[in-house]
Nanobody
Framework: QVQLVESGGGLVQAGDSLRLSCAAS????????MGWFRQAPGKEREFVAV????????YYADSVKGRFTISRDGAKDTVDLQMNSLKPEDTAVYYC????????????????????WGQGTQVTVSS
């Protein structure tokens, strides 16, 4: 019954912006990490960003820091990713993910921390 559904992906040109959204249902995640991973063809899934209630912080991969902003509405169990100044190397399937427990530190960057995953939304950035 737990579902995470992403939306907002698309095809854009380098330098453009996109806003991804993720809506959760079937469970509340107010106090647990919610964030984004991405996976490019032929590559492993990598961490992008997370909003972590436990320590009150947001964290970003170095590759997106300063360009992407994660925001969250805990009451609605939604999490967005505002992506600015997109680059071709940002091309990937973006996945929304949610944890099931309080976490902090390095655990926030590991796939195993996140129990629930969305189906993914494609982001393609042309040069």
């Amino acid at each position: 019954q737990v579902q995470l559904v992403e939306s907002g992906g698309g095809l854009v040109q380098a330098g453009d912006s996109l806003r991804l959204s993720c809506a959760a249902s079937g469970r509340t995640f107010t106090y647990y990490p919610m964030g984004w991973f991405r996976q490019a063809p032929g590559k492993e899934r990598e961490f992008v960003a997370v909003d972590n209630w436990k320590d009150g912080n947001t964290y970003y991969a170095d590759s997106v820091k300063g360009r992407f902003t994660i925001s969250r509405d805990g009451a609605k169990d939604t999490v967005d990713l505002q992506m600015n100044s997109l680059k071709p190397e940002d091309t990937a399937v973006y996945y929304c993910a949610a944890g099931s427990r309080l976490n902090s530190g390095l655990a926030l960057f590991r796939e195993s921390t996140y129990i629930y995953w969305g189906q993914g939304t494609q982001v393609t950035v042309s040069s």
